[in-house]
T-cell receptor, first 114, second 115 residues
Framework: SAVISQKPSRDICQRGTSLTIQCQVD?????MFWYRQQPGQSLTLIAT?????????ESGFVIDKFPISRPNLTFSTLTVSNMSPEDSSIYLC???????????FGQGTRLTVV | DAKTTQPTSMDCAEGRAANLPCNHS???????VYWYRQIHSQGPQYIIH???NNETNEMASLIITEDRKSSTLILPHATLRDTAVYYC????????????????FGQGTILTVHP
């Protein structure tokens, strides 16, 4: 399995600001994903991070709010823009080494917006 | 991907087998059954997956019924560290473009292992 490092592990941010979350993998992976887990809820897929092209967003998520970069096969960032208290969640990076293989998850970034 | 139904919560005594059921009556022939768990404040952990045959690894066993409409995850000797939310997910194969076999998480089963 891949070793996934997410930074920061947690943060407290002021409303109206932006936070960029980093996801670093110890080996090249085919697919990278970003999830959100709101308090007391299950995980929801935000988008697939595509290397060298725009991310593919799920219904209800837009690029202006959650811009994503993936410059290579081991690294991706998710930015939460113009934050409000409703953005307080755990954000998780997930990777797959192949198209149809199991996914592995980072430990998440716990974001609190005040 | 097919929808799954799991009990909201279950209890298990430490050292006993934990049997977690999952219904997926609309599963298609090429869809896999995946199990993940999430221990409090951690990212989800992959446990096991299968298509139609029973599977076993160092963590658990997966029993899939012959008609594939339901499955059971078995933790043979539950410990306190197995207390977590367990997610059963049905996932189709990657089909190109945006139709990839994504993981759709439901509410899962809260398993509590007690001494």
């Amino acid at each position: 399995s891949a070793v996934i490092s997410q930074k920061p592990s947690r943060d407290i941010c002021q409303r109206g600001t932006s936070l960029t979350i980093q996801c670093q993998v110890d080996s090249q992976v085919t697919m990278m994903f970003w999830y959100r887990q709101q308090p007391g809820q299950s995980l929801t897929l935000i988008a697939t991070a595509n290397q060298g092209s725009e991310a593919t967003y799920e219904s209800g998520f837009v690029i202006d709010k959650f811009p994503i970069s993936r410059p290579n096969l081991t690294f991706s960032t998710l930015t939460v823009s113009n934050m409000s208290p409703e953005d307080s969640s755990i954000y998780l990076c997930s990777v797959q080494q192949g198209m149809n293989t199991e996914a592995f998850f980072g430990q998440g970034t716990r974001l609190t917006v005040v | 991907d097919a929808k799954t139904t799991q009990p909201t919560s279950m209890d298990c005594a430490e050292g006993r087998a934990a049997n977690l059921p999952c219904n997926h009556s609309t599963i298609s022939g090429n869809e896999y059954v995946y199990w993940y768990r999430q221990i409090h404040s951690q990212g989800p952990q992959y446990i096991i997956h299968g298509l139609k045959n029973n599977e076993t690894n160092e963590m658990a066993s997966l029993i899939i019924t012959e008609d594939r409409k339901s499955s059971t995850l078995i933790l043979p000797h539950a410990t306190l560290r197995d207390t977590a939310v367990y997610y059963c997910i049905v996932r189709g194969p990657y089909a190109g473009g945006t139709s990839y076999g994504k993981l759709t998480f439901g509410q899962g089963t809260i398993l509590t292992v007690h001494p």
